[in-house]
């Protein structure tokens, strides 16, 4: 059983629409990531949080909005999407101490399709 | 730059047969490197990783990879496959500052023959 929980697990938007990817974890990770991945391609990076803070931005566009409520929860708000970012787009997370490894601990991914 | 190369992008291999998924790794301090598996539409899972502490390393479902410094290799095997290895296996890197970029490779997808 995966310890990282996302929802919606599939989600269909027109390109006028608002939505929102949540996702949670219980492992007192205090860093969270976003990836976006496309069929047949591995996961890129998108966002990272570390400590409830933006840490990085690998220049997505505007039209994905992160938010990083508290050290358990991240959201990726999306809105005006365009139907190329249709994907899986995955929620991850991570030890921030002196243990920590870089090992990533993902979440089952939520489908996104825009019409 | 860190970077991975996986040769190979699908792998056949028949059952109860040995598998061998080939990874190269460029790095210009010693890295962290993983093995994640992949199954359609999951998110990935850990197989192993390697952090210093011994070249070769055991992981889950009877994987293991070596870690070969001098070729700069990582690659993943299993004496004898199951039908249930089939997915996409991932292999990446990541740097000893805190881990937040992880570097993955292109991806193989195993095949497993009856």
């Known amino acids: 059983d995966t310890e990282v929980t996302q929802t919606p697990k599939h989600l269909v938007m027109g390109m006028t629409n608002k939505k929102s990817l949540k996702c949670e974890q219980h492992?007192?990770?205090?860093?969270m990531y976003w990836y976006k991945q496309k069929a047949k391609k591995p996961p890129e990076l998108m966002f990272v949080?570390?400590?409830?803070?933006?840490?990085i931005n690998e220049s997505v566009p505007s039209r994905f909005s992160p938010e990083c409520p508290n050290s358990s929860l991240l959201n990726l708000h999306l809105h005006a999407l365009q139907p190329e970012d249709s994907a899986l787009y995955l929620c991850?997370?991570?030890?921030?101490?002196?243990?920590?490894?870089?090992?990533?601990?993902f979440g089952e991914g939520s489908r996104l399709t825009v019409l | 730059a860190q970077s991975v190369t996986q040769l190979g992008s699908h792998v056949s291999v028949s059952e109860g047969a040995l598998v061998l998924l080939r990874c190269n790794y460029s790095?210009?301090?010693?890295?962290?490197l993983f093995w994640y598996v992949q199954y359609p539409n999951q998110g990935l899972q850990l197989l192993l990783k390697?952090?210093?502490?011994?070249?070769l390393v055991k992981g889950i479902n009877g994987f293991e990879a070596e870690f070969k410094k001098s070729e700069t290799s990582f690659h993943l095997t299993k004496p004898s496959a199951h039908m249930s290895d089939a997915a996409e296996y991932f292999c990446?890197?990541?740097?000893?500052?805190?881990?937040?970029?992880?570097?993955f490779g292109a991806g193989t997808r195993l095949f497993v023959k009856a």
């Open positions: 991850a997370s991570s030890q921030m101490d002196k243990t920590n490894t870089g090992e990533l601990f």
């Open positions: 790095s210009s301090v010693p890295p962290y």
């Open positions: 990446a890197v990541s740097d000893r500052d805190g881990g937040f970029k992880t570097i």
């Open positions: 949080y570390s400590y409830e803070k933006l840490s």
């Open positions: 492992m007192g990770h205090r860093a």
């Open positions: 390697y952090t210093s502490a011994a070249t």
